[in-house]
């Protein structure tokens, strides 16, 4: 398959599924190995972005997507009559910090830090799809613990969680990490242009 023709391909195959497709997907419905697929891809992706497209094909771990230009979401907020998404709440983004940097976590653990309930926040954040259940810990009661999810990526421009900003203090057992954890994912929303998830509700009683 000659490159224009796999562009092609590949362009059609994640503007028809709108969603994140896997690299493995991609390679079974092409027939190409993994460096060739993930090559092309990178290709068109910087294409875009340098022709100053109104589309965007971003890499989410081992997916990639097909997007709109941030730049462009006034412009698509209007056209399509739908309003701002309001920012995260200030409980919403402690337990997203937490979850984060510290994942998986348990809603126990969530709240051993910010020392208050959390169960609202946590439904919250799983309703907006920017974490999801990943398993129960192997301890008496079996809580269920929590990841970030490929949405919180895209939401957070974040390729991988490997993007995240550092922290300069790694303790789980530092309970004062509340607040930095905060300003870190402040900066990520800073640096995003457009596009915040709503998750603007204040936190239950």
């Given at each position: 398959?000659?490159?224009?023709?796999?562009?092609?391909?590949?362009?059609?195959?994640?503007?028809?599924?709108?969603?994140?497709m896997s690299v493995e997907r991609l390679c079974l419905t092409l027939g190409q190995?993994?460096?060739?697929?993930?090559?092309?891809?990178?290709?068109?992706?910087?294409?875009?972005?340098?022709?100053?497209?109104?589309?965007?094909?971003?890499?989410?771990?081992?997916?990639?997507?097909m997007c709109s230009a941030p730049e462009q979401a006034a412009y698509i907020r209007?056209?399509?009559?739908?309003?701002?998404?309001?920012?995260?709440?200030?409980?919403?983004?402690?337990?997203?910090?937490?979850i984060a940097y510290f994942q998986p976590v348990t809603r126990a653990y969530i709240?051993?830090?910010?020392?208050?309930?959390?169960?609202?926040?946590?439904?919250?954040?799983?309703?907006?799809?920017?974490?999801?259940?990943?398993?129960?810990?192997?301890?008496?009661?079996?809580?269920?613990?929590?990841?970030?999810?490929?949405?919180?990526?895209?939401?957070?421009?974040?390729?991988?969680?490997?993007?995240?900003?550092?922290?300069?203090?790694?303790?789980?057992?530092?309970?004062?990490?509340?607040?930095?954890?905060?300003?870190?994912?402040?900066?990520?929303?800073?640096?995003?242009?457009?596009?915040?998830?709503?998750?603007?509700?204040?936190?239950?009683?």
């Amino acid at each position: 398959m000659e490159l224009k023709e796999l562009e092609s391909a590949i362009e059609g195959i994640l503007f028809a599924a709108g969603d994140p497709m896997s690299v493995e997907r991609l390679c079974l419905t092409l027939g190409q190995d993994r460096e060739t697929v993930d090559s092309v891809c990178q290709r068109m992706a910087d294409s875009y972005s340098y022709d100053r497209r109104g589309i965007r094909l971003v890499r989410l771990e081992n997916s990639w997507q097909m997007c709109s230009a941030p730049e462009q979401a006034a412009y698509i907020r209007k056209a399509l009559e739908s309003r701002k998404p309001a920012k995260l709440s200030q409980p919403a983004l402690e337990v997203l910090a937490i979850i984060a940097y510290f994942q998986p976590v348990t809603r126990a653990y969530i709240e051993q830090i910010r020392g208050v309930d959390s169960s609202y926040t946590v439904g919250l954040l799983l309703e907006r799809e920017l974490i999801r259940e990943a398993g129960r810990l192997a301890v008496p009661g079996r809580p269920m613990q929590f990841r970030t999810t490929k949405n919180f990526l895209r939401s957070f421009g974040l390729a991988s969680l490997d993007d995240l900003p550092d922290l300069a203090s790694a303790s789980q057992e530092d309970l004062q990490l509340t607040m930095e954890m905060e300003s870190a994912l402040r900066r990520l929303r800073e640096a995003e242009t457009e596009g915040e998830p709503d998750a603007s509700e204040e936190e239950g009683t």
